[in-house]
Every structure is written in structure tokens, then in C-alpha cells.
């Protein structure tokens, strides 16, 4: 993320309260189009994660189309391992993605 584009960190913040962070950038691989690069998000309260996940994931995205001229946003999405040994993302997280229009694989 230090590659000297445009990157920008934000307070995710919702009716004057701090919800969360995020950061994000151009993405400078994309020769088609204006693409943006959605690196980072994170909530400060973890036990009400399915509740904030939706607001934050919107907050985010508004402010992504205000702020950036692009035609598409691109993620990371971490991955751990389960119990059995399975990687796999959080469940929560991927639904309210799923919802917000994200394609995921």
C-alpha cells in the first residue's frame, strides 16, 4: 500500500459515532478502468458485528463513490484457518459483502 498512489484512511463514522476504519486506494493494476482498492476495514465494536457490518460496509462504499472516481471497488478479504483446518472468511462478514453487491469467490 506504500507504492506512492493515492491512498486514503478514514474513520467509518455513522450519526456523529466512530464506527469503525477503513483504507483504501487507487488501484494501479487496472488498465480497463478506474478501479478502487478496498484494503482494510475494521469495527470498534466486535460484539455487534452483525448489526454495524451492513451501516459500515455502506458508509464505506458512499464514501468511496463521493470521494474517488471509479467504476468498480476491489477487496481483500481475510482468510483463516478453522478448527478442521479449513481457511475460509467470516461468515458474517461475507453475507453482509454478498449484500452490498460484492462478488465473491
Not at 36 to 53: A, D, I, N, T
Request: with cysteine; hydrophobic share 40%.
Amino acid at each position: 500500500m506504500n507504492e506512492g498512489y493515492e491512498k486514503r484512511y478514514y474513520n467509518i463514522i455513522k450519526d456523529h459515532k466512530v464506527l469503525g476504519m477503513t483504507a483504501f486506494h487507487s488501484d494501479p493494476s487496472s488498465k480497463t478502468e478506474p478501479r478502487v482498492m478496498l484494503r482494510h476495514f475494521s469495527m470498534m465494536e466486535q460484539e455487534y458485528q452483525s448489526e454495524l457490518l451492513p451501516d459500515i460496509i455502506a458508509v464505506i462504499l458512499d464514501n468511496i463513490w463521493k470521494l474517488v472516481y471509479c467504476t468498480s471497488v476491489k477487496l481483500e478479504l481475510l482468510f483463516v484457518a478453522d478448527s478442521n483446518g479449513k481457511w475460509k472468511a467470516n461468515d458474517e462478514i461475507r453475507k453482509a459483502l454478498l449484500e452490498a453487491g460484492f462478488k465473491l469467490a
